[in-house]
């Protein structure tokens, strides 16, 4: 008999791609075939890179649509790309599937979407096709975008979700605060940005309504609150290659795997890991003054300095720079975060605090020092510190850097007070259990693939 054959289609983000890959992973393990659709454009890069180090289960097929943008376009311009995909992706992806389907025996049977990519369950739903949403962030940014119509109410933000004041708001008495000026949308790109992505976010709150059902990246342990604000909501994280014991795929950069031997000869606990995810852009002032303040903590640090994190491309490194940190201090393009936070040699995480990067740091027990850039990260920095307290905030100074001295300041903090430290081992050791074999996220799992699997 053939296997259940599933499709699953990410937002063409490098932090919603390696996620739903991981899915994609754990379906194949439990017989499913999976069709993965990536845009062209990243498809392009995820082949290149899985031809260095990748490992992907021979039941999953990488496939590819266009994103209606330009070979040469700006695919960082989040709105410019979200609106080229409604107009383009939809038509595509039903075309896709059809030509799938006129092979009986290889029928999808299940269309696993991002939910920022609502349009996706509206194809599934006009091709007769049972449907599931994905969501690689965390579950109080999904409250949050809920409630949206009752913010407008409220009067809290006006209809293009501008906030109408600065105030504080919980959505109920155990949920994190949320600050008015770092709602997700109004931290990403220019005003005509925000505007489409939350136009967007509307759109799709109606589209999931079409979802069979709902799975996260998430767990209990680790979002009880927001999960009870969205109880359908079916938590199955965290999504690790280790969960599975497996390399991870689906990354957009080959991987720079010395640095591991590098770690490996740095002493227990003593590496500050520095990355900022796949988004993040530094200005020649801060990127310096980062550089300056891994220096200035005197301890061994491994920086995860993309191609493409300055503007312009141009990473002028302080003078001398190399030369002063060239016995503690390693640089590298991309790196396979996974295993480095898993490392002994690591002793905490100076994190953008994207929602991957926060479910890996506490799947390793390594506490954080939060420097978010944009969109939810703002909201992921306030689980760290305010709320699992497991980490630090890095402060401003009047002209909007971070300085050098800050850096240091933080640094030492979070690793001589040893709650830090305990308290996300103990986080650490929760969350895990729900990935066990009688753990709540592998029960929701189960589930799910028996569900996919009826017919
Ligand atoms: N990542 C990686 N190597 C790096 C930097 C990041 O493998 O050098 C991975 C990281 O493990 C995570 C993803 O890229 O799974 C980034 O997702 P996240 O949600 O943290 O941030 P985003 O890139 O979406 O801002």
């Known amino acids: 008999m053939s296997k259940p054959h599933v499709l699953a289609i990410p937002y063409p983000a490098q932090g919603h791609v390696i996620p739903l890959m991981e899915l994609a992973q754990c379906l194949a393990r439990s017989g499913i075939k999976v069709t993965f659709v990536n845009t062209e454009f990243n498809h392009e890069r995820i082949v290149k890179a899985l031809s260095h180090t990748g490992d992907i289960n021979e039941l999953i097929h990488l496939a590819s649509i266009p994103d209606g943008l330009e070979p040469g376009e700006d695919r960082n311009d989040l709105g410019k790309l979200t609106e080229a995909m409604l107009k383009v992706m939809p038509e595509k992806l039903e075309a896709l599937i059809e030509k799938i389907n006129e092979t009986e025996s290889d029928k999808i049977m299940c269309v696993i979407t991002d939910y920022g990519l609502g349009w996706a369950l509206e194809v599934a739903e006009k091709l007769g096709i049972k449907r599931a949403s994905f969501l690689p962030a965390a579950v109080a940014l999904l409250s949050l975008a809920i409630n949206v119509p009752k913010l407008v109410d409220d009067g809290i933000i006006d209809s293009n979700g501008i906030p109408l004041k600065h105030q504080v708001i919980q959505l109920s008495p155990g949920m994190p605060e949320m600050s008015t000026a770092n709602f997700a ?75 591991l031997t590098w770690l490996d000869q740095q002493p227990t606990n003593s590496v500050i890991y520095v990355a900022f995810g796949s988004f993040t852009v530094f200005d020649q002032v801060q990127f310096q003054e980062l550089a300056l303040g891994l220096e200035l903590t005197n301890r061994p640090f491994l920086w995860v300095v993309r191609q493409d994190m300055t503007q312009d491309n141009i990473k002028a490194y302080p003078k001398g720079f190399h030369e002063r940190v060239k016995n503690r201090g390693k640089m590298v393009s991309w790196a396979p975060q996974q295993k480095i936070l898993s490392h002994p040699s690591v002793s905490c995480f100076l994190s953008h605090c994207g929602w991957n990067s926060t479910i890996e740091g506490i799947s390793n027990g390594v506490p954080f020092l939060c420097w978010p850039y944009f969109a939810d990260q703002f909201l992921n920095q306030t689980y760290i510190c305010d709320y699992w307290g497991i980490g ?64």
């Open 392 to 455: 630090l905030g890095l402060d401003k100074d009047n002209s909007g850097i971070i300085r050098q001295e800050e850096i240091r300041t933080k640094v030492e903090l979070l690793l001589t007070n040893k709650c830090y430290k305990t308290r996300t081992m103990n986080l650490q050791s929760r969350t895990m259990s729900s990935v066990t074999e009688k753990g709540c996220s592998q029960k929701n799992f189960k589930n799910f693939v028996n569900w996919i699997k009826e017919t």
């Open 185 to 259: 949308w109004t931290c990403i790109g220019d005003i005509a940005t925000q505007k489409i992505m939350f136009q967007s976010i509307r759109l799709n709150n109606k589209s999931a309504k079409l979802a069979d059902r709902l799975i996260c990246n998430s767990s209990y342990e680790l979002e009880h609150e927001a999960l009870t604000l969205v109880p359908n909501c079916l938590p199955i994280g965290p999504l690790l290659a280790s969960n599975r014991l497996g390399k991870s795929a689906g990354y957009f950069w080959p991987e720079d795997s010395d640095c």
